[in-house]
């Protein structure tokens, strides 16, 4: 069986491991976690030298189940199945692939849906604020605790973007390659804005509680849903939707009232139906909180060439043309103060419909992009 | 594998020789529109250059990355902005000076970017395009190897016309090398040369 799954470019059956910090962690905003757990998955072999191993970052809504499925649920792909495999961009056969649920998510690792051991509480609204440099000293802990010295590649996507380039500022020595993919090296005010109006649906739903909503047995869901459909139409293009969508009727006729009647509103009704069923409205205010606080360049009066001084890594940053998120332009802002510093750097811009979503899916181009690039990481570790 | 592969450029390239040849070893260069990367990893390998190379077209990416060599996808067309004044000891536009249309402005670019500049280019006043066009013929060559609907070439031009350019332009020629096919040219370049390269810096 597992050689069937190898000839499909599937991982195969894979399952989700817990591991355990009781270093207490200090947050950027003086906040500390004494203890705390974050679930990951493993693709892949360690080689001897522990030169192979890469880690993935995810977005917003991402966690640790990047490839493969469940023995118990054959439906659940990971959300980066197309990329990550055996013979697959991101080659399972060469590389040891750790995804990991960041801290402060919802899907296992420790978050504001989780007990407090101090309270026997959720920690709902006291679950500190966290920022990505955060995100990356537990990240490095759970590296510490595989046994990783050094990555071969840190690899996100957007807001995951964010955390490898974080990397190669907070840990020069640990990382050897940084993939930034449809990232950008700070939020526009423009940005933020969205995130406001998402976060402001979210508090201003009366079953939000101030963030202890679970004590209350609701969810908010309304405000989570309206975040989500929100977010949902920032990820696509103008033209992606007016491809799938157009002026296309729900009910093929028009019914003069506030019931569902294009087609992309059931889209994105369903869109956040479907996360607010499953997502943690705390969590969602926590990510949105470290993408607006994400600035590198924050202490050098926004000069990145200083903040990039320190990185050693060589990077790959890609962007997608239709990418109004975080466009081309952004990424060029990433690749400026490499150049700056005579970092290795190769820039992509993907010709892609799909928006800032372009990032998870499967261009030929792009696909071609990575693989390349990983050949060359993984001649480099000896795979 | 490798030194092969080196070799093969040298001969398939008589201009990427001539340009290794004026860059010393470590130089920082910036390849202009570098296709698949040939050139920096020739140069890569021969002189130990840090170099960077800019280019438009997917495939030329990927063949830049399995190279080995640092590319940045962009067009040249929309100048340079993402470079720094004054950040390359030399920026290079190997046959690619002909297909560029804000060609002015590139070299001023290129000079504003670059402590100098190396271009080389297919000579259009080679006896053999001459004798095309005498009988009727847009000239078609192993450095001219388009026909005329399909050329991306828009800015063709002889070596006379690129030194006069250089003069208008306060763009002060270096040195310069004309070739047809390996062998250097040194009787009659502008009739007698296919390929030339030069190396230039700003003028006073």
Same mark, same amino acid.
């Given at each position: 069986?597992?050689?069937?799954?190898?000839?499909?470019?599937?991982?195969?059956?894979?399952?989700?491991?817990?591991?355990?910090?009781?270093?207490?962690?200090?947050?950027?905003?003086?906040?500390?976690?004494?203890?705390?757990? =974050?679930?990951?998955?493993?693709?892949?072999?360690?080689?001897?030298?522990?030169?192979?191993?890469?880690?993935?970052?995810?977005?917003?809504?991402?966690?640790?189940?990047?490839?493969?499925?469940?023995?118990?649920?054959?439906?659940?792909?990971?959300?980066?199945?197309?990329?990550?495999?055996?013979?697959?961009?991101?080659?399972?056969?060469?590389?040891?692939?750790?995804? $990991?649920?960041?801290?402060?998510?919802?899907?296992?690792?420790?978050?504001?849906?989780?007990?407090?051991?101090?309270?026997?509480?959720?920690?709902?609204?006291?679950?500190?604020?966290?920022?990505?440099?955060?995100?990356?000293?537990?990240?490095?802990?759970?590296?510490?605790?595989?046994?990783?010295?050094?990555?071969?590649?840190?690899?996100?996507?957007?807001?995951?973007?964010?955390?490898? %380039?974080?990397?190669?500022?907070?840990?020069?020595?640990?990382?050897?390659?940084?993939?930034?993919?449809?990232?950008?090296?700070?939020?526009?005010?423009?940005?933020?804005?969205?995130?406001?109006?998402?976060?402001?649906?979210?508090?201003?739903?009366?079953?939000?509680?101030?963030?202890?909503?679970?004590?209350?047995?609701?969810?908010?869901?309304?405000?989570?849903?309206?975040?989500?459909? =929100?977010?949902?139409?920032?990820?696509?293009?103008?033209?992606?939707?007016?491809?799938?969508?157009?002026?296309?009727?729900?009910?093929?006729?028009?019914?003069?009232?506030?019931?569902?009647?294009?087609?992309?509103?059931?889209?994105?009704?369903?869109?956040?139906?479907?996360?607010?069923?499953?997502?943690?409205?705390?969590?969602?205010?926590?990510?949105?909180?470290?993408?607006?606080?994400?600035?590198?360049?924050?202490?050098?009066?926004?000069?990145?060439?200083?903040?990039?001084?320190?990185?050693?890594?060589?990077?790959?940053?890609?962007?997608?043309?239709?990418?109004?998120?975080?466009?081309?332009?952004?990424?060029?802002?990433?690749?400026?103060?490499?150049?700056?510093?005579?970092?290795?750097?190769?820039?992509?811009?993907?010709?892609?419909?799909?928006?800032?979503?372009?990032? %998870?899916?499967?261009?030929?181009?792009? $696909?071609?992009?990575?693989?390349?690039?990983?050949?060359?990481?993984?001649?480099?570790?000896?795979? | 594998?490798?030194?092969?592969?080196?070799?093969?450029?040298?001969?398939?390239?008589?201009?990427?020789?001539?340009?290794?040849?004026?860059?010393?070893?470590?130089?920082?260069?910036?390849?202009?529109?570098?296709?698949?990367?040939?050139?920096?990893?020739?140069?890569?390998?021969?002189?130990?250059?840090?170099?960077?190379?800019?280019?438009?077209?997917?495939?030329?990416?990927?063949?830049?990355?399995?190279?080995?060599?640092?590319?940045?996808?962009?067009?040249?067309?929309?100048?340079?902005?993402?470079?720094?004044?004054?950040?390359?000891?030399?920026?290079?536009?190997?046959?690619?000076?002909?297909?560029?249309?804000?060609?002015?402005?590139?070299?001023?670019?290129?000079?504003?970017?670059?402590?100098?500049?190396?271009?080389?280019?297919?000579?259009?006043?080679?006896?053999?395009?001459?004798?095309?066009? =005498? =009988?009727?013929?847009?000239?078609?060559?192993?450095?001219?190897?388009?026909?005329?609907?399909?050329?991306?070439?828009?800015?063709?031009?002889?070596?006379?016309?690129?030194?006069?350019?250089?003069?208008?332009?306060?763009?002060?020629?270096?040195?310069?090398?004309?070739?047809?096919?390996?062998?250097?040219?040194?009787?009659?370049?502008?009739?007698?040369?296919?390929?030339?390269?030069?190396?230039?810096?700003?003028?006073?």
């Amino acid at each position: 069986m597992g050689d069937n799954l190898s000839a499909t470019g599937s991982i195969g059956i894979v399952s989700a491991r817990r591991a355990q910090f009781d270093t207490p962690l200090v947050f950027r905003s003086g906040a500390v976690l004494p203890r705390y757990e =974050l679930v990951y998955e493993t693709y892949g072999t360690l080689n001897a030298g522990k030169s192979n191993a890469i880690l993935i970052c995810h977005a917003l809504s991402g966690h640790h189940h990047v490839a493969g499925y469940y023995a118990d649920d054959l439906k659940n792909l990971g959300w980066w199945n197309n990329m990550v495999g055996p013979g697959k961009p991101i080659d399972t056969d060469k590389f040891f692939v750790i995804g $990991l649920n960041n801290l402060g998510g919802c899907h296992g690792s420790t978050g504001p849906s989780s007990i407090n051991p101090e309270t026997g509480q959720p920690y709902g609204s006291s679950f500190p604020v966290i920022t990505v440099e955060d995100w990356v000293t537990s990240q490095a802990r759970l590296a510490d605790f595989l046994g990783i010295s050094q990555f071969a590649a840190v690899i996100g996507g957007s807001l995951g973007g964010m955390q490898a %380039l974080q990397w190669s500022l907070s840990y020069p020595d640990r990382v050897r390659h940084v993939f930034a993919i449809a990232a950008a090296p700070h939020l526009t005010a423009q940005n933020i804005a969205f995130n406001d109006v998402a976060r402001n649906a979210i508090l201003t739903d009366p079953d939000f509680h101030g963030g202890d909503y679970y004590q209350h047995n609701v969810v908010p869901t309304r405000g989570l849903r309206l975040a989500r459909m =929100l977010g949902h139409i920032t990820y696509l293009s103008d033209n992606a939707m007016a491809d799938k969508f157009g002026r296309d009727l729900h009910a093929g006729q028009l019914n003069y009232g506030y019931e569902i009647e294009f087609a992309i509103e059931s889209y994105l009704r369903y869109q956040g139906d479907k996360f607010a069923a499953y997502f943690d409205a705390n969590t969602y205010l926590l990510m949105t909180k470290a993408l607006d606080y994400f600035n590198p360049a924050h202490d050098s009066g926004g000069d990145l060439n200083p903040v990039f001084a320190r990185a050693k890594a060589s990077f790959l940053v890609v962007s997608f043309t239709t990418d109004w998120r975080f466009s081309p332009q952004r990424s060029r802002e990433i690749v400026r103060p490499l150049l700056h510093n005579r970092l290795n750097v190769n820039y992509a811009e993907i010709t892609s419909t799909h928006g800032h979503d372009s990032f %998870l899916m499967q261009d030929p181009y792009y $696909l071609d992009v990575m693989r390349t690039y990983l050949d060359r990481v993984a001649r480099e570790c000896g795979q | 594998m490798m030194k092969n592969d080196t070799a093969r450029f040298a001969v398939e390239r008589p201009d990427f020789a001539a340009i290794a040849a004026w860059i010393p070893k470590g130089a920082t260069v910036l390849d202009l529109g570098c296709g698949d990367g040939s050139l920096l990893r020739y140069l890569k390998e021969t002189r130990g250059v840090q170099g960077y190379g800019v280019e438009i077209n997917d495939a030329d990416i990927v063949s830049c990355i399995a190279n080995g060599v640092n590319v940045i996808q962009n067009d040249l067309e929309s100048g340079l902005a993402d470079f720094e004044g004054n950040s390359f000891d030399y920026v290079m536009l190997s046959q690619t000076l002909q297909a560029t249309r804000h060609t002015e402005p590139l070299i001023q670019e290129m000079l504003r970017v670059g402590r100098e500049g190396i271009v080389s280019f297919p000579n259009f006043g080679h006896w053999k395009n001459r004798l095309n066009i =005498l =009988l009727g013929n847009i000239p078609v060559s192993r450095e001219l190897p388009y026909q005329w609907y399909d050329t991306p070439n828009v800015h063709l031009c002889t070596l006379d016309d690129f030194e006069t350019f250089c003069k208008d332009h306060r763009v002060a020629v270096l040195e310069r090398r004309v070739m047809t096919g390996k062998n250097e040219v040194q009787v009659l370049p502008n009739l007698l040369g296919s390929t030339a390269v030069y190396r230039f810096q700003r003028g006073i």
